[in-house]
């Protein structure tokens, strides 16, 4: 499951091996191999939000959107990377390395500083990830009226207010701030929400590292417990929650049947008086 975590892991990864090598070829399953761009440098590489920006000699932006299902990997150029590459939707080569992506929701090459794209990335909250982060200007964000009866569940997941958090971190989040998912945003403190999305950055940070995502024990002051779990709560339904024993609940919602898990004890609803608005399964 990409998150806002993935891409900058990827960004960090490749950055090395690209920026300042000449693009040999391009292809996007779409529209095929894209010949302008070959023998352009390519200038930069950085993620914003879910989204993966290659800049290529201040001419072209190619643009890569994981999705819910998508994946990325880096070949050496001179490996057997052809078959793979073969079901790719994206495919970016330069002399040393070849990066692939598969099952991307999106992979466009734009017009360097092209408006559209711009006023797109504009829209998006400020990244969790980036060098610096204005709190409160997320929690004003997630202040705006249209926000109020929604459940911070789907406020974490969304995008406009902060960039970055996608399903993993959103149990975690709210397993880690006791928080019912289905509570609704006007009934959280500006407090709360600061301290949510700082410890989105916090967990999301400690996890650009290599190896798999662990956020059991990776908030400041947390013993890194040998846990056997690297999650509380994300994909642990049935089994009792590390901290009380209560077995893990699941409710799945939307189109794309996005999962929520909490614990029933932990995170109470009747803590705020009132019953869960949403069907739990
Ligand atoms: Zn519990």
Known sequence: MPEGDTLHKLALAVRPRLVGQPVEHLR????????????HPVEHVEAVGKNLLVLIDRRWTLRVHLGLRGKWRAYDASAGWEAPARS???VLGVPSTVLAFFRSARHELHPYRDQRLEQELRRLGPDL?????????????????GYRDLAVTDLLL???????????????????AG?????????LSDETLR???????????????PGPRVTVGALRGQRRRPETSRTWVYRREGLPCLRCRAPIR?????????STYWC????PAEARGRPPVRPEK
């Open 28 to 39: 996007l399953r779409e529209r095929g191999e894209i010949a302008i761009v070959r023998g």
């Open 88 to 90: 790719a939707t994206a």
């Open 129 to 145: 990830l980036a060098p610096t982060l204005d709190l409160e200007l997320v929690v004003a964000r997630a202040r705006a009226p």
């Open 158 to 176: 969304d995008q406009r207010v902060a960039a970055g958090i996608g399903n993993v971190y959103r149990s975690e989040l709210l397993f880690l």
């Open 179 to 187: 928080l019912h998912p289905w509570a609704p945003v006007r009934e």
């Open 195 to 209: 301290t949510l999305f700082e410890r989105a950055r916090e967990l999301m940070g400690s996890n650009l590292g």
């Open 250 to 258: 699941r409710s799945i919602e939307g189109r794309q049947a996005r």
């Open 264 to 267: 029933p004890r932990c995170q």
